[in-house]
């Protein structure tokens, strides 16, 4: 019996990535670095998180510094939109589990957008991680006293896949409409989550 529901921002709750990929067009120009042309160029290299990218833009430990004081101050200034269907699925959802939202955001970002939208109530638990999710994960099966087979992880990214495991959760689902994933490295997907919608058929499917 499904209990409780971990939701990722970026890419789950909110269309935000070519936000970013604006954020890093600032990041690149200060640090003299070159960008893709393109967001789906950008999206490509950006890779498994914010440090593979750095990687792959060839920043060194000081830029990656100053790049990530840069993205704080700026990504702040701007209104993702909060992807179709979202709202609804949280309002089915929090009638009938807990929900939590895990980032790899800001949480000053996250909690003003939330409140924007009007949906940061519907989450009892908020958490920003920087690093891996995993330890955020098992802090909050220890709080609300849950086995791993209680939880459901919504993701959009092989690293929210890889934490999930790491943190023993049975049942993760990643999106098709956010940021995007290598689907040779997710094994388990069963679901098709083309839209936000479709989070409620596949949540029925897992706890019937």
């Given amino acids: 019996m499904i209990k409780l529901i971990i939701f990722d921002y970026d890419g789950v709750i909110v269309d935000s990535f070519s936000n970013v990929y604006d954020v890093y067009k600032i990041i690149c120009d200060e640090l003299v670095v070159t960008l893709p ?17 750095y990687k792959n833009l060839g ?18 200034t701007k209104k993702p939109d909060i992807f179709d269907g979202v709202k609804e699925v949280l309002e089915w959802a ?20 939330l409140k924007s939208y009007d949906i940061e109530n519907y989450f009892s638990m908020i958490v920003s991680s920087e690093m891996d999710k995993t330890k955020e994960f098992i802090t909050i099966l220890e709080k609300y006293n849950l086995k791993g087979d209680e939880v459901i992880v919504i ?3 092989i690293s929210d896949y890889d934490s999930g495991k790491k943190a023993g959760i049975e049942h993760i689902l990643l ?6 994933y290598d689907k ?25």
């Fill in 37 to 53: 042309d393109t967001v789906e160029e950008f999206r490509k290299i950006y890779g498994y998180d914010f440090r593979e990218c």
């Fill in 59 to 76: 920043l060194c430990s000081e830029k990656q510094k100053r790049a990530m004081e840069i993205f704080e101050k700026e990504i702040i």
């Fill in 94 to 113: 929090r009638e009938r589990y807990t929900l939590t939202l895990v980032s790899s955001n800001f949480l000053e970002e996250i909690s003003k957008k």
């Fill in 155 to 157: 993701g959009d990214r």
């Fill in 175 to 180: 999106v098709e409409y956010g940021w995007g």
């Fill in 184 to 208: 040779h490295k997710f094994p388990e997907c069963k679901f098709i989550i083309n839209e936000p919608l479709h989070l409620i058929d596949a949540i029925r499917e897992i706890d019937k």
